[in-house]
């Protein structure tokens, strides 16, 4: 990915936040056997560890498709991202862009133990469970316990500690506040390239930037 000074997210914190709040990942893998190959799961961070460390699973046989454990493989979060017009900025020539937050993260995975992808496993779904008005877990019943047991057998737990990072944060901090202001307002109205979670990402950005020079 190629990096501009005022747009890299070289934060680790940031891109841990990044993660948190858009767990769906692309994994890449440059095989042996298949040249390049891509899966898309869910991850997690593995909060008590230090640095950045991803918890997620594949179904089989995507372990040995991507070749998992023998090399490093590359895994894409990716966040809001939307269209800008030339025509949210002046008077004067421009050209359109795209707005987005983006992390490339390196790592080797190491392969679980049936017992610990499991537990994996477990924590993904009460993840995503926990915003549900009446959350279902994995294990909730003895019924559902037994039954995620014996799905579980067809994935694979992975622990990915993450060795090297490339983090982009593109949003429109090379443009003058008045601008930038027009930009937010667009994207939380009802046009065609509306999108109030970009709008909120730059808010976010913007916040930030102002607080540093403050």
Do not use: C
């Amino acid at each position: 990915m190629r990096q501009n000074p005022s747009f890299t997210l070289a934060s680790e914190e940031g891109v841990k936040r990044l993660i948190r709040e858009h767990p769906w990942a692309t994994i890449v893998s440059m095989t042996d056997a298949a040249g390049l190959v891509a899966s898309h799961y869910p991850v997690l961070l593995d909060e008590r560890a230090e640095g950045i460390v991803l918890l997620t699973h594949v179904g089989r046989p995507d372990e040995q498709v991507h070749e998992l454990g023998r090399h490093e493989v590359l895994v894409v979060v990716q966040g809001p991202h939307g269209y800008i017009s030339p025509g949210w900025y002046d008077a004067n020539p421009a050209v359109p862009t795209w707005n987005f937050i983006t992390a490339h993260l390196h790592g080797t995975p190491e392969l679980l133990e049936p017992d610990e992808n499991l537990r994996v496993l477990d924590a993904l779904v009460d993840h995503f469970e926990q915003r549900m008005p009446e959350p279902r877990g994995m294990r909730s019943t003895p019924e559902n316990a037994a039954y995620a047991e014996r799905i579980a057998a067809g994935t694979v737990g992975l622990r990915i500690p993450i060795t090297r990072f490339v983090a982009k944060n593109k949003m429109s901090q090379n443009r003058p506040a008045e601008t930038v202001d027009r930009i937010i307002a667009e994207l939380e109205g009802d046009g065609p390239y509306a999108s109030p979670a970009l709008a909120a990402e730059m808010r976010r950005t913007h916040e930030a930037l102002r607080a540093a020079r403050a």
